[in-house]
């Protein structure tokens, strides 16, 4: 059983910055693909970035060009940076492992307001 736990959201003014942690308490090579996803309120749960194990990316357009999706083996975490932030990414985010299993972390929650 593989746990995610999220960390790092908050209030931030438009423009600013946050850097998102999603920690494993597994080895992160169990999953071929990471994910961080959003759900706003009464919208439905969206996929902002992923990764896969060979380190190949992809964005939400909503987001590229501002978000980056990282990963560090060694302490079996997932980060995604997000700058320029503005006030329609806020929601909760979440972390996601695919794998011979999904698994979901918690959220934590982001909101970008002035």
């Known amino acids: 059983q593989v746990q995610l736990v999220e960390s790092g959201g908050g209030l931030v003014q438009p423009g600013g910055s946050l850097r998102l942690s999603c920690a494993a308490s597994?080895?992160?090579?169990?999953?071929?693909?990471m994910g961080w996803y959003r759900q706003a309120p009464g919208e439905q749960r969206e996929v902002v970035a992923v990764?896969?194990?060979?380190?190949?990316?992809n964005y939400a357009d909503s987001v590229k060009g501002r978000f980056t999706i990282s990963r560090d083996n060694a302490k079996n975490t997932v980060y995604l940076q997000m700058n320029s932030l503005k006030p329609e990414d806020t929601a909760v985010y979440y972390c996601?492992?695919?794998?011979?299993?999904?698994?979901w972390g918690q959220g934590t929650q982001v909101t970008v307001s002035s």
């Open positions: 996601k492992g695919f794998g011979s299993r999904d698994y």
């Open positions: 597994g080895s992160i090579f169990s999953f071929y693909v």
């Open positions: 990764m896969t194990k060979d380190g190949s990316t």
